[in-house]
């Protein structure tokens, strides 16, 4: 058993607390939202360089399970899990890309993109997908969960990270998906690890409201962000980031984010490094939102501290389409402790940065794309300064995203002005020809 020690609490602080493997989503006395908190005076037994010391021993090594970026932070992310519960695909270990042309062009000397889409499922929900399907399992085991079905809303990537580690570890998985609004690679990644989907005639928030009934009537256990055992595995990002700059904070952090679970995670892993002393003072934080679903971008501007659902509409950024983020509370702390901002971009916008960004060495999805425009925009109205070490979180994996880079290069897309399309040069098999085209070609780069 270890020293350390986990539980469920009320977020907004009403009293009780709940042990882990509990199939608990809310708080039973407010129906707000639950929080992990760690025993942080058990942590404090280790000093913050014993910390860094330990983590840095684990990351990237073959010790199982200890070479997963997660699991290498074990202690401070679910203590109790067993050995024999873990259920992980090495998460996290993502690369750092130093995106040193797109920074110069505009104007900024240290920008680094967190490539967290080169994972397993292709997005960074593994993060979090592995720390809660262990405790589902450790759970199951127990007796404390009864439901035998894992299941999750979604927009594509959290249904793709269910069912991998649903099918790594052997237990049926649901996911319900709002019919037609989510990338091919995102439908066939739950079906070819035999999951049931359902694809349901309605939105993401539709498909959450009867998640939602089905895990109140315990039929199913819920695997949606709500679950703050997500949140715990997310959170490791945050100290990877750190751990990578050998435990420097940078200046900003740029992430794009539909439901907010990912900003509340982001907060949550900084705010315990800040409170075991291993890092003395947190990052920026931009929340960068798609100006078609953009609640909590509404919100900050109107100097608004709760965030009104709104109906989203239809952005290329499929992930992040949500009107009703189940985190804002969680969101709108993190922001306030991070002396953050939100900003949001455009259809036309957030197309620009991809292939902007792309045609820099990135491969970037929708969503990375919002954070990139989001990031433009702060540094032309000179919030992010040219000396400012900035981190932008791409969230998953262009090659995820086929149709939207398809529909760019060929123009298809309503409302986008492809001005950096490229298109196939068609020649008939003659050298003469194809070595005039390569002669009239100009240098690249500078
Ligand atoms: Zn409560």
Same mark, same amino acid.
């Given at each position: 058993m270890s020293r350390y020690r986990a539980v469920f609490r009320c977020f907004s602080g009403c009293e009780g607390e709940w042990e882990l493997t509990r199939a608990i989503y809310r708080c039973p006395k407010c129906d707000g939202l639950l929080a992990v908190e760690h025993d942080l005076e058990a942590l404090r037994d280790r000093s913050a =360089?014993?910390?860094m010391k330990l983590f840095d021993e684990?990351?990237?090594?073959?010790?199982?399970? +200890?070479g997963s970026g997660v699991w290498g932070k074990r202690e401070w992310v679910a203590p109790a899990v067993r050995d024999d519960a873990i259920v992980s695909t090495s998460e996290g270990g993502t690369n750092l890309f130093w995106a040193e042309r797109l920074g110069r062009e505009i104007g900024m000397k240290v920008l680094w993109v967190k490539q967290c889409g080169n994972a397993h499922s292709g997005s960074f929900k593994d993060l979090g997908m592995t720390v809660l399907?262990?405790?589902v399992r450790q759970g199951m085991a127990l007796g404390t969960i009864k439901s035998r079905v894992i299941a999750c809303a979604s927009t594509g990537d959290t249904s793709a990270s269910l069912a991998a580690y649903g099918a790594t570890a052997g237990l049926p998985v649901a996911v319900l998906l709002p019919r037609g609004l989510v990338s091919t690679a995102q439908l066939?990644?739950?079906l070819a690890h035999g999951a049931t989907v359902f694809a349901l005639e309605t939105d993401f928030d539709g498909c959450? =409201?009867?998640?939602?009934?089905?895990?109140?009537?315990?039929?199913? +256990?819920l695997a949606n962000s709500m679950n703050p055992l997500r949140i715990e595995g997310q959170k490791t990002v945050a100290v990877e980031i750190a751990q990578q700059f050998d435990w420097e904070v940078p200046d900003w952090v740029i992430l794009p984010s539909g439901n907010l679970g990912n900003a509340a995670a982001l907060h949550a892993g900084f705010r315990?490094?800040?409170?075991?002393?291993?890092i003395a003072r947190f990052p920026r934080l931009c929340v960068a939102q798609a100006a078609n679903a953009d609640p909590m971008y509404r919100a900050f501007v109107a100097g608004k501290d709760v965030v009104e659902p709104t109906h =989203?509409?239809?952005t290329q950024a499929s992930a992040i389409q949500i009107?009703?983020?189940?985190? =804002?509370?969680?969101a709108m702390a993190a922001l306030k402790a991070m002396n953050g901002v939100v900003e949001e971009a455009t259809e036309d916008e957030l197309a620009d940065a991809c292939a902007r960004a792309d045609r820099t060495g990135l491969y970037t999805c929708p969503h990375t794309g919002v954070a990139l425009a989001c990031l433009f925009k702060l540094r032309e109205r000179g919030v992010v300064g040219p000396d400012d070490r900035v981190v932008v979180v791409s969230t998953a994996n262009g090659l995820k995203f086929t149709e939207f880079k398809l529909g760019y290069h060929e123009r298809t897309l309503p409302g986008i002005d492809a001005r950096r399309a490229g298109s196939p040069v068609v020649l008939p098999p003659d050298v003469e020809q194809v070595a005039s085209a390569i002669a009239a070609m100009g240098a690249v780069g500078g």
């Open positions: =360089a014993a910390w684990r990351y990237m090594r073959t010790s199982w399970p +200890y399907v262990s405790v066939v990644q739950p959450m =409201a009867i998640v939602k009934e089905l895990a109140k009537r315990d039929l199913v +256990y315990m490094m800040k409170e075991l002393g291993v =989203a509409q239809k009107g009703n983020p189940v985190s =804002a509370p969680r």
